[in-house]
């Protein structure tokens, strides 16, 4: 029997094989209950582009809680002007098994409306 960390890794694998397949750069989200995370991947995986979450400081000092939806959309446009910075427009997006629900729709919407395309 599979635990729940297993089995969204599990789901998760085979979105990242396809994305390895198309050789895309990758926005790889993952989110906690205190946190979110979002991160600009190379195509090749070996090298973080860009990257924001709701630890660092000056997401912090704006909102209350990191666990919310306002938290998610804040480091969704966030992790869209950085990747605008590093010359990236279109990414492939990676939920990490987690469903496209909740904050993680609001990450990635946010990241849209800022000019990503995926």
């Not at 090749?44 to 809680?65: F, H, Q, Y």
């Amino acid at each position: 029997m599979l635990n729940k960390k297993q089995a969204r890794l599990r789901r998760a694998r085979k979105t990242r094989a396809k994305i390895a397949e198309l050789k895309a750069v990758r926005l790889c989200v993952n989110r906690t209950n205190c946190h979110i995370y979002a991160q600009i991947i190379s195509a090749c995986g070996a090298k973080v582009l860009a990257s924001a979450s709701t630890l660092e400081a000056e997401v912090r000092k704006d909102l209350a809680n990191g666990g919310n939806k306002a938290a998610a959309g804040v480091v969704g446009k966030l992790i869209a002007e950085r990747a605008k910075a590093a010359g990236i427009e279109t990414v492939a997006f990676d939920r990490s098994g987690f469903q496209y629900h909740g904050r993680v729709k609001a990450l990635a919407e946010a990241a849209r409306e800022n000019g990503l395309q995926f």
